[in-house]
């Protein structure tokens, strides 16, 4: 359901219980906005697909823009969300 918000709502944020729950639980109507640059002290790798439909090259790239500056990046053609999990490109 959280990716499926994520999707719905083009936004990388807390899980949305809907505006009553969201008020006692985040104390907002809306769910909070997730801060990826805070993340600290964790080497990332992104691998990313051009053909990969679940996780798009723009919000690879909007991640990678938010992320510490040594993040690696690796960016495959033709490649979709299992290739690398699972092999099936040579």
């Known amino acids: 359901m959280h990716y499926a918000q994520s999707k719905r709502d083009q936004s990388f944020a807390q899980y949305d219980y809907g505006q009553e729950v969201n008020e006692l639980k985040y104390g907002q109507n809306t769910p909070p906005q997730i801060d990826i640059s805070n993340i600290k002290d964790v080497h990332i790798a992104l691998f990313v697909g051009t053909n990969d439909t679940w996780s798009v090259v723009e ?7 938010r992320l510490p500056k040594d993040t690696d990046y690796f960016l495959f053609e033709d490649w979709d969300h299992s290739s690398y999990g699972i092999g099936k490109e040579p």
Request: hydrophobic share 55%; no cysteine; glycine share 14%.
């Open 59 to 65: 919000g690879a790239q909007w991640a990678l823009k």
